[in-house]
C-alpha cells in the first residue's frame, strides 16, 4: 500500500502538509489544468514545484511518481476506499478529481460522457498538435529549413481552432456547463499566444474561441490556477 510519509518523492519535495492532495507540477498547459481544478473544487492542496528540467523530471524522486517524467502528477492521501492514490497524466487527474468531488462533469451519465469526449479532444488532439506547432514555430524546429513539418502543424491547428469555434456557437462552454473538458482546452489556446502563433493561425478569424478564451480567464479559481506552483 502507498504510504503518503515515505514515498520516494517526499525525500526530495516534502509535504509541509501530508493530509493534503500534493500536487507536483509547474504552470505549463499541462501542468496548469491540474492546479486550476483543485482551485475550482475548493480541495485542500500543497504545490511542489517541479521544473521541466531533467534535474527534476528524470530525478529518481519524481520517476517513483510518474515513470513517464511529465508532469503533473499528484498525491491524494485520502483516495478511494480511503487509501492513498498516486496518480500521474492530467487528464486522469481531471477525471479522477471531478468524480472524487462529484463536480465539473455534468448532472447527468450522458453529460459525463459528452465531457468526456471533448477532454479527449484535448489530450489526443489539440494538446499534441499544439504542442508540435510551438516546438516547430517557436523553439528548436523551427531552424529546420524544410518548411513542411510547421505547415503540417499549422493547418492542424487552424482544423481544430474551427471545430471548437464551430462548437461555441452559441454556447459558453465546450460541453454545455462548465467542465473539465474547458480545464483542458483553454490552457492550450492560451499558449497560442506563448508561441507567437496566433496571427499565423488566424486567431482572430475564430471569435468564438476568443470570447471562450476570455471567459475562462475571467475565472479567479483560473487566475490562480495559472500561477501554481509559481515558476520562481
Not at 499565423?200 to 479567479?220: C, I, K, Q, S
Amino acid at each position: 500500500m502507498l504510504d503518503t510519509a515515505t514515498h520516494p518523492i517526499t525525500a526530495r519535495w516534502p509535504a509541509t502538509h501530508p493530509d493534503r492532495i500534493q500536487l507536483y507540477s509547474f504552470p505549463t498547459p499541462n501542468g496548469v489544468k491540474a492546479s486550476i481544478m483543485l482551485e475550482e473544487t475548493g480541495l485542500p492542496y500543497e504545490a511542489h514545484k517541479i521544473t521541466l528540467a531533467d534535474a527534476d523530471v528524470k530525478s529518481p524522486a519524481f520517476l517513483s511518481l510518474n515513470p513517464n517524467n511529465k508532469i503533473p502528477a499528484i498525491i491524494d492521501p485520502n483516495g478511494p476506499d480511503a487509501e492513498p492514490l498516486a496518480l500521474f497524466e492530467s487528464g486522469a487527474i481531471l477525471l479522477y478529481l471531478a468524480e472524487k468531488t462529484g463536480q465539473f462533469l455534468g448532472k447527468t451519465k450522458a453529460d459525463k460522457y459528452r465531457v468526456t469526449q471533448w477532454l479527449m479532444f484535448q489530450m489526443g488532439g489539440v494538446g499534441p498538435m499544439f504542442g508540435q506547432l510551438g516546438y516547430f514555430f517557436k523553439f528548436a524546429g523551427s531552424e529546420i529549413e524544410d518548411p513542411r513539418p510547421r505547415d503540417r502543424y499549422i493547418a492542424e491547428a487552424k482544423r481544430l481552432l474551427n471545430v471548437l469555434n464551430q462548437q461555441l456557437d452559441g454556447q459558453d462552454w465546450i460541453a454545455g456547463e462548465y467542465s473539465i473538458a474547458d480545464m483542458a482546452i483553454a490552457p492550450w489556446l492560451r499558449g497560442l499566444d506563448y508561441y507567437g502563433v496566433k496571427e499565423t493561425v488566424g486567431w482572430e478569424d475564430h471569435t468564438n474561441v476568443m470570447a471562450y478564451l476570455d471567459r475562462f480567464l475571467d475565472r479567479p479559481a483560473v487566475q490562480k490556477g495559472l500561477v501554481t506552483p509559481a515558476r520562481d
